[in-house]
């Protein structure tokens, strides 16, 4: 699962995109006003429903559209991180990148990179709900 | 006289003048429990009541859990808002959780008169049952610093309290309580320096060990909820497990949910949690709760030079910022 900023991430994966560079199969985009509105509980419930790696992309402190959501995120995130890290997840699950809007190679390199990470670790066994005895 | 019951002396007579001079219509405080190594918390609305306090090394519970419900509005705008004049008697758990609320502004500053205790630190009960060997069925503090008991068997233990204290209170950032607005004269507890010491254990597992280990201590809870009930900070009105809308995690003890419910707790108590252990006390099946409060406190800490209640002026950790803020966790390009 990625979650992209709507101004500098989503610019940077369009440039991307614009370039014909070619990012892997397998990844879900979702759009946000910005990383500071994702909530720690969507990431959670992305684990749960099975999302093998999650991968933020925000703009870089200083430049959010909205002042400071990114350097909320920054915060949040990496509490939510090191939660995650201090109970057994592999770290290489949750990454989270900033990007500015001309980064399209750079954008396409750290989701090409961080997606073979979450690859090379398997599926995401620990924190899935068991679809069969879903209820 | 021992120390400890003039401690509780002090504390009774302050209470009575603190009626008297109307700076309080309710306090809240200890007394004794219907059962050996138990005390309650007590509800006084008058100055003869004073009399029922009690403080000794079975007085473990946080009173300012209650502090949101006291100061609750009325649910018409029309009804009048008559809050308490509380006066309440702190540990220093305690009194940061207070302080922790008042941030929040779960209670107006000037309607809490927060009454600092000389705590030495509380006597853990499954360390005294397990050092005796025995049910308890009798514990006094008697001369200060010792706790004795008679255990069902007839047996005479006599043991320090040294040696029978809660993880919170060896993991207390405080000597004594701070920031309050009446301090009880006494000694108190102070060696803040084995902080985050049990904690070496869980840190020095592998990642794998840790997962199976948190997994092990989750798979006992029946979500009966008493962690977040009894805690002084969790007090939303719905709490986010038990929204239907949107739908965050199921209601079930099935793993993945229990885990999501858990890990939901842990983060809204991010930069909340006083470390009381209120929530480990209260599990009636036993899961570890504080081996993960924490690890949270302490990443918290190391990462933001920032502990609960500690320094009432300083901002809530997740609502504020620095410009150099930790990107130790960022990927870089």
Same mark, same amino acid.
């Given at each position: 699962m990625v979650f992209?900023?709507?101004?500098?991430?989503?610019?940077?994966?369009?440039?991307?995109?614009?370039?014909?560079?070619?990012?892997?199969?397998?990844?879900?985009?979702?759009?946000?006003?910005?990383?500071?509105?994702?909530?720690?509980?969507?990431l959670?419930?992305?684990?749960?429903?099975?999302a093998d790696g999650i991968l933020v992309f925000g703009?870089?402190?200083?430049?959010?559209?909205?002042?400071?959501?990114?350097?909320?995120?920054?915060?949040?995130l990496s509490?939510l991180k090191?939660?995650l890290e201090?109970?057994?997840m592999e770290p290489a699950r949750l990454q989270f990148s900033w990007v500015?809007?001309?980064?399209?190679?750079?954008?396409?390199?750290l989701l090409d990179r961080a997606v073979q990470d979450v690859?090379?670790l398997?599926?995401?066994?620990?924190?899935?709900?068991?679809?069969?005895?879903?209820? | $006289?021992? =120390?400890?019951?003039?401690?509780?002396?002090?504390?009774?007579?302050?209470?009575?003048?603190?009626?008297?001079? !109307?700076?309080?219509?309710?306090?809240?405080?200890? &007394?004794?429990?219907?059962?050996?190594?138990?005390?309650?918390?007590?509800?006084?609305?008058?100055?003869?009541?004073?009399?029922?306090?009690?403080?000794?090394?079975?007085?473990?519970?946080?009173?300012?859990?209650?502090?949101?419900?006291?100061? @609750?509005?009325?649910?018409?705008?029309?009804?009048?808002?008559?809050?308490?004049?509380?006066?309440?008697?702190?540990?220093?758990?305690?009194?940061?959780?207070?302080?922790?609320?008042?941030?929040?502004?779960?209670?107006?500053?000037?309607?809490?008169?927060?009454?600092?205790?000389? /705590?030495?630190? $509380?006597?853990?009960?499954?360390?005294?049952?397990? @050092?005796?060997?025995?049910?308890?069925?009798?514990?006094?503090?008697?001369?200060?610093?010792?706790?004795?008991?008679?255990?069902?068997?007839?047996?005479?233990?006599?043991?320090?309290? !040294?040696?029978?204290?809660?993880?919170?209170?060896?993991?207390?950032? !405080?000597?004594?309580?701070?920031?309050?607005?009446? @301090?009880?004269?006494?000694?108190?507890?102070?060696?803040?320096?084995?902080?985050?010491?049990?904690?070496?254990?869980?840190?020095?597992?592998?990642?794998? !060990?840790?997962?199976?280990?948190?997994?092990?201590?989750?798979?006992?809870?029946?979500?009966?909820?008493?962690?977040?009930?009894?805690?002084?900070? /969790?007090?939303? =009105?719905?709490?986010?497990?038990?929204?239907?809308?949107?739908?965050?995690?199921?209601?079930?003890?099935?793993?993945?949910?229990? $885990?999501?419910?858990?890990?939901?707790?842990?983060?809204? @108590?991010?930069?909340?949690?006083?470390? /009381?252990?209120?929530?480990?006390?209260?599990?009636?099946?036993?899961?570890?709760?504080?081996?993960?409060?924490?690890?949270?406190?302490?990443?918290? &800490?190391?990462?933001?030079?920032?502990?609960?209640?500690?320094?009432?002026?300083?901002?809530?950790?997740?609502?504020?910022?620095?410009?150099?803020?930790?990107?130790?966790f960022v990927t870089d390009g």
């Amino acid at each position: 699962m990625v979650f992209l900023c709507n101004w500098c991430a989503t610019l940077a994966a369009e440039l991307a995109g614009s370039n014909r560079l070619a990012y892997p199969a397998g990844v879900r985009v979702v759009k946000v006003p910005c990383a500071g509105r994702i909530n720690p509980l969507h990431l959670l419930r992305a684990l749960q429903n099975g999302a093998d790696g999650i991968l933020v992309f925000g703009c870089h402190p200083g430049d959010c559209h909205y002042a400071k959501g990114n350097l909320l995120a920054r915060r949040r995130l990496s509490v939510l991180k090191g939660l995650l890290e201090a109970v057994g997840m592999e770290p290489a699950r949750l990454q989270f990148s900033w990007v500015t809007a001309s980064e399209g190679s750079r954008f396409a390199t750290l989701l090409d990179r961080a997606v073979q990470d979450v690859r090379t670790l398997g599926p995401n066994r620990k924190f899935v709900k068991n679809p069969a005895a879903a209820g | $006289m021992t =120390k400890m019951q003039d401690a509780q002396n002090r504390l009774r007579e302050t209470v009575k003048d603190l009626f008297a001079q !109307q700076k309080v219509d309710l306090v809240v405080g200890f &007394e004794a429990g219907s059962l050996p190594l138990r005390t309650r918390v007590c509800f006084l609305t008058s100055a003869d009541e004073a009399d029922r306090l009690v403080w000794n090394a079975f007085c473990t519970n946080n009173p300012a859990v209650y502090i949101p419900r006291l100061f @609750q509005r009325p649910a018409s705008p029309r009804e009048e808002y008559k809050p308490p004049k509380l006066g309440i008697v702190a540990k220093a758990c305690d009194a940061r959780a207070v302080h922790k609320l008042l941030e929040e502004h779960q209670a107006p500053r000037e309607n809490v008169t927060i009454i600092g205790m000389p /705590c030495r630190g $509380m006597a853990c009960r499954d360390k005294v049952v397990i @050092q005796a060997g025995d049910e308890v069925v009798e514990a006094v503090e008697s001369t200060e610093g010792a706790v004795e008991i008679k255990t069902r068997g007839g047996a005479s233990h006599r043991f320090e309290l !040294q040696d029978l204290l809660q993880q919170a209170c060896l993991d207390c950032p !405080q000597a004594a309580p701070e920031h309050v607005d009446v @301090q009880i004269e006494g000694a108190s507890r102070r060696d803040t320096t084995r902080r985050y010491e049990g904690l070496k254990n869980f840190e020095a597992m592998s990642a794998d !060990q840790r997962w199976e280990y948190f997994r092990h201590e989750l798979s006992k809870c029946i979500r009966c909820y008493a962690c977040r009930q009894v805690c002084p900070t /969790c007090y939303c =009105k719905t709490c986010f497990a038990d929204m239907a809308k949107p739908r965050w995690t199921g209601a079930g003890d099935g793993l993945s949910d229990v $885990m999501f419910y858990h890990i939901g707790r842990l983060m809204h @108590q991010a930069g909340r949690c006083v470390e /009381c252990d209120a929530c480990t006390r209260a599990c009636p099946v036993g899961i570890d709760l504080k081996t993960f409060t924490r690890k949270l406190g302490k990443d918290v &800490e190391r990462l933001f030079d920032y502990v609960p209640g500690l320094r009432p002026d300083e901002a809530p950790l997740l609502c504020a910022f620095e410009d150099d803020d930790t990107e130790e966790f960022v990927t870089d390009g």
